[in-house]
């Protein structure tokens, strides 16, 4: 899925305590403002959560998530993949 980019949601990115979601950012987002970037990512807070199409903003991502590969995505959030139908 190279049009994404995976980023893991932390409770406390210092410590390492996971929410167990991830977002998928898309590389390619033309015609979003600088301050927010489309995406797919997790509707409630429980791990593995449902997913849906959304805006997040940029500043969120620097604060509360670490980029995270594909495989490692795949493993943690589960749900988002069967969004995607993989």
């Not at 970037?37 to 991502?61: D, H, M, Q, R, W």
């Not at 620097?62 to 969004?83: G, M």
Request: net charge positive.
């Amino acid at each position: 899925m190279k049009e994404f980019r995976f980023y893991e949601e932390f409770w406390n990115k210092r410590k390492d305590v996971s929410k167990g979601n991830v977002f998928a950012v898309m590389r390619d987002d033309v015609g979003m403002n600088h301050s927010a970037t489309l995406a797919i990512g997790p509707v409630f807070y429980p791990p593995n959560s449902p997913v849906a199409p959304t805006a997040v903003c940029k500043e969120y991502l620097r604060k509360n998530c670490k980029r995270v590969s594909e495989a490692h995505a795949r493993l943690l959030h589960p749900a988002l993949f069967e969004w995607f139908g993989q």
